[in-house]
């Protein structure tokens, strides 16, 4: 390799540890804001990480940026760069392409608008009136519009979107996948609609909050959450953060009268983090050390929330444990009373309150919206009612008020169309991985019995995690699991569930 490239990577290689350097102060902050900041530092704290976020688009879209780019991928010379330099650029050029498309007063228009809208937003739930908030989701659907079109796609506007959260997914494929896995999911929730109510009451008395936390930290410990390299603190909204190498928290929700807030919150949240603790640490450098896609970030974290911590298997051995901590509450009931109480599966009208079954149409619902109104083929006005038809459709209930329907989620307002598919997503990619585990790991749920996740945990290490964003979406389902991405392990897992919870 000539000096000069050389020289050349070098260059890049700084650009991008500033990068990471404002990433892990901005990172920080936002931790801090969202865990022990007193209230009034908000407005402030809003603002400097605001200062740095431009910092951070300065230097992506930078004439050095560019030039480095464009020298170092210059398609007619092969400089021999390592593949992880390679991807590195690759990566980095996406979003240099992504953002030098929008002009620099439209990205910060839209900026302002969505702080606003996510205001407005708040205030219109609160009212439970879809009309306050409807002016401001249609500009963000306008603005949107401009962006795809900009951007580019090959089928579907709404493609442009997808490209954000779930690279190389489409439409097309989507509407293949959802359309298969309503066919296959709509027969489950009548099946179970029938069947008796499952009852825990027992899961809504009072759970000393203090220890809640002693349980969270020793179940996060045995999964193999390395506390050196993190920490678990209250939050209102828990999220999964990264500060740098060595640093990759965790927040939770406790609530006195509900203990599986702050128990599935926490799972959630650690599968998050054993992924990000788990890349190589030369990805570091190259701002690789990421998810391949936010649904196969999501396929880790739903793999130790539902897969792992709702199975009947990881009860048999720590149910026990469970009730060292209260006693009190739990002293007259079975570990397939409790077991069966935190997958009771119920059509509700709540997303992020929804089981494992009916969760997949509060997304779908949401999906369908959403590509229409790229489209131009809904009106935001026309959304409360599209809405409440859908949910007659898919799950038999209608929301009361727009809080409980249309209003629910913050997703529209920060602008981000186009994400709620890789929740699904995340949950399809889970049930593949694992189905591929039980072949290479047989004894993985009699593991489980015996409470060792270590096993469990090492094969995604070598699997998913190792690579960061290295691979895309699409090479690790096939070369995990030798198949393209295949709704069937998703039916068949529930479908196992639902027999096992309703006999
Ligand atoms: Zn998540």
Redesign the pocket.
């Known amino acids: 390799m000539s000096n000069l490239v050389q020289e050349k990577i070098d260059a890049y290689k700084k650009l991008l540890q500033k990068i990471i350097a404002y990433e892990e102060a901005i990172n920080l902050m936002d931790w801090d804001l969202k865990t022990v900041a007193p209230k009034h530092s908000i407005e402030a704290r809003s603002e400097t990480i605001g200062v740095l976020s431009s910092e951070v688009f300065k230097i992506s879209t930078s004439k050095e940026m560019e030039e480095l780019l464009t020298f170092l991928l210059s398609s007619d010379k092969d400089y021999n760069l390592e593949p992880i330099v390679r991807r590195s650029l690759e990566e980095q050029k996406k979003e240099f392409d992504r953002y030098k498309r929008i002009p620099a007063d439209k990205h910060q228009e839209f900026v302002v608008l969505t702080t606003k809208a996510n205001n407005i937003w708040e205030e219109a739930k609160d009212a439970a009136d879809f009309k306050l908030f409807q002016p401001y989701l249609q500009q963000v659907v306008q603005m949107l519009q401009e962006f795809t079109e900009l951007w580019g796609y090959k089928e579907h506007p709404y493609d442009a979107l997808l490209e954000m959260y779930e690279p190389g997914m489409t439409v097309k494929q989507l509407d293949i996948i959802f359309q298969g896995l309503k066919e296959a999911l709509i027969p489950l929730v009548q099946e179970v609609a029938e069947k008796k109510a499952i009852i825990g009451d027992f899961l809504r008395l009072d759970y000393d909050l203090s220890k809640q936390k002693e349980l969270n930290e020793f179940l996060v410990d045995q999964m193999g959450y390395d506390f050196q390299a993190g920490r678990l603190d209250p939050t209102v909204h828990p999220f999964?953060t990264t500060i740098n190498r060595g640093d990759k928290r965790i927040t939770t929700k406790y609530v006195h009268n509900d203990l599986t807030v702050s128990l599935f919150s926490t799972l959630?949240?650690a599968g998050?983090a054993i992924y990000e603790q788990s890349m190589d640490s030369q990805l570091d450098e190259w701002l690789l050390a990421e998810g391949a896609s936010m649904g196969i970030?999501?396929s880790q974290?739903l793999f130790w929330e539902n897969i792992v911590g709702r199975s009947s298997e990881y009860w048999d051995y720590y149910y026990q444990k469970l009730i060292s901590y209260f006693p009190e509450q739990l002293k007259t009931v079975t570990k397939d009373e409790f077991y069966r109480a935190i997958n009771a599966m119920k059509a509700s009208f709540i997303r992020i309150e929804a089981d494992e079954l009916t969760y997949h149409f509060h997304i779908i619902l949401r999906y369908e919206l959403e590509k229409e109104l790229i489209a131009g083929n809904i009106q935001v006005k026309d959304l409360p009612k599209a809405w409440n038809d859908k949910m007659k459709e898919y799950l038999g209930v209608v929301p009361e008020n727009d809080a409980q329907g249309v209003l629910q989620d913050m997703h529209w307002s920060d602008g981000s169309l186009g994400y709620f598919p890789s929740y699904s997503l995340g949950y399809l990619y889970a049930a593949q991985f694992t189905h591929q585990m039980g072949k290479e790991l047989p004894e993985w749920k009699e593991q489980i019995k015996k409470g060792n996740l270590i096993s469990i945990k090492e094969w995604y290490n070598e699997k998913i995690h190792r690579h960061g964003r290295c691979k895309t979406t699409n090479e690790l389902v096939k070369e995990v699991t030798g198949e393209e991405l295949n709704p069937d392990y998703l039916t068949a897992y529930l479908k196992e569930k639902i027999n096992q919870l309703y006999q």
């Open positions: 999964q959630h949240e998050h970030h999501e974290s």
